[in-house]
């Protein structure tokens, strides 16, 4: 290589040099499967385009999260976002009640809650894990509080133990999201075992994906019936409620939550490959981490002791001294211009948001509008922080990515050589809200 090519080589692509990956990686999931085609294509078939009750393919996948899950009754729903209202409504929540929730999760965790006239009270994030804060949830206990919920962000499992330990000492239920961290452990139990309820997401994006599916496991008889009612009638009703309630099954409790049967054999076949898949996921992403830890200024995410991570929903280094400096935005920029695919986080924390910032809503299209607590920058700051830092990488699954892990890490040790110029060339972190100018998939 001669001595042109080479400055042409190490100059970043964003200032005329070569990229470090060219065509640019983009991102692709899920790989649907020949498996995945032909549990679809059985289906079509056998002419099964709906269920009414518990059967098919849909009773092989409950089964198949039951036995993980300990034994726990589950339930296929439409969505990850049905499987939260169903928790939610089954376990009491309504209007006048607080239900502590973090401010660092996706808008689904808590909406149902505002649907059932309920209060989210917003908590801020561990700073390590970006986690909701076990001091802050027991700081934010009010006589209202009813229940708390949580969410394994990115795959690490909150820090349970003194969360349990609040929501006994105040009598109150406690419902796990658990739509980032499929397969995840605490100290031994898998997630989704530790709490009342817990909500399961199979949306596209995720290693257990049914295009659009969810799934709701219950610790106790009572919430999985009325989990029923609120979503199915009659045969599948009929089929899991045997209590007073059963009096109810003709008609349930006014929603249609059924899981397409299309959705349930992707879940099926998706389920079947995720010991293997979060297996070679964590060894993927332990080459990036271990690549990128010899860059100074870049925290790696961390997985606490006692903790795994399980399917690692996203990887989330932070940035820090030079890197912080030239800004996440201009950072995200230049690396993207080596062929990354890579950017900021897509979702900023609730609290930032107009739902929560306003005060008042107009949910209804007449009468008063809702009130919610109104939120302003700087009331959760651990959470905004890590936002503003923060950058969001691929989750390498296959075997295939050594490579292009090895090529990404390249290119963050480059754009390192190169963080003077970025500083001086007018970066910084963006708008006020810190979310900068480049757009990105959401958390």
């Known amino acids: 290589m001669t001595a042109s090519e080479t400055g042409t080589h190490d100059r970043l ?50 089964d198949l999260w039951s036995a993980r899950l ?26 006048g009640d607080e239900v502590l929730a973090p401010t660092n999760t996706f808008l689904a965790t808590v909406m149902p809650l505002v649907q059932l006239g309920a209060t989210p009270v917003l908590c801020d994030a561990e700073p390590d894990t970006g986690n909701i804060d076990p001091a802050a949830v027991a700081a934010a206990v009010t006589p209202r509080t009813v229940g708390i919920v949580v969410t394994h962000l990115w795959g ?19 419902v ?53 009612l609120l979503g199915h009638f009659r045969v599948r009703a009929e089929q899991d409620v045997t209590s007073e309630l059963s009096r ?37 992403l332990g080459r990036l981490a271990d690549g990128l830890a010899g860059i100074d200024g870049i925290l790696t995410p961390v997985t606490r002791p006692g903790c795994d991570r399980g399917a690692y929903y996203g990887f989330k280094p932070r940035l ?15 690396l993207a211009r080596e062929g990354l695919d890579v950017h900021p986080p897509g979702s900023r924390p609730l609290h930032l948001l107009s739902l929560f910032a306003d ?34 990488l691929p989750t390498f699954t296959f075997p295939d990515e050594a490579e292009l892990v090895d090529r990404y890490c390249e290119a963050f040790e480059k754009v390192a050589r190169h963080l003077p110029e970025l500083t001086g060339s ?16 959401a958390t």
């Open 156 to 174: 690490h499992p909150c820090d349970m133990d003194p969360i349990l330990q609040v929501a006994r000492r105040h009598g109150l239920w406690v």
């Open 176 to 228: 796990e999201d658990c739509s980032h961290a499929h397969g995840a452990s605490y100290h031994g139990r898998e997630v989704g075992t530790l709490g009342d309820a817990a909500a399961f997401s199979f949306q596209a994006a995720k290693i257990v994906y049914a295009g659009q599916g969810g799934l709701l496991a219950s610790g106790d008889t009572e919430t999985h019936e009325r989990a029923c």
């Open 359 to 392: 005060g008042e809503v107009p949910l209804h299209r007449s009468g008063p509008p809702v009130r919610l607590p109104a939120h302003r920058p700087g009331d959760f700051p651990v959470a905004e922080e890590l936002h503003r830092t923060s950058l969001s």
């Open 70 to 95: 300990g034994g726990r009754r589950t339930l296929g729903l439409a969505s990850g976002t049905a499987a939260l209202h169903s928790a939610f409504a089954s376990l009491g929540a309504g209007p």
């Open 13 to 62: 692509a964003l200032q005329g040099g070569t990229p470090v990956i060219s065509p640019p990686h983009r991102f692709v999931w899920p790989r649907v499967s020949d498996g995945d085609r032909a549990a679809v294509n059985a289906l079509m078939d056998a002419g099964e385009l709906s269920y009414y009750g518990r059967e098919g393919v849909l009773e092989e996948l409950e």
């Open 248 to 284: 109810y099954t003709s008609t349930g409790f006014g929603l249609n939550y059924r899981m397409h049967p299309f959705a349930a054999a992707l879940a099926l076949s998706s389920s079947r490959a995720l010991e293997e898949r979060v297996a070679t996921r964590q060894k993927l």
């Open 426 to 441: 007018g970066g910084g972190t963006g708008r006020a809200d810190g979310t900068g100018g480049t757009s990105g998939a």
């Open 320 to 334: 820090t001294g030079p890197w912080l400096a030239a800004g996440a935005r201009t950072v995200a920029d230049a």
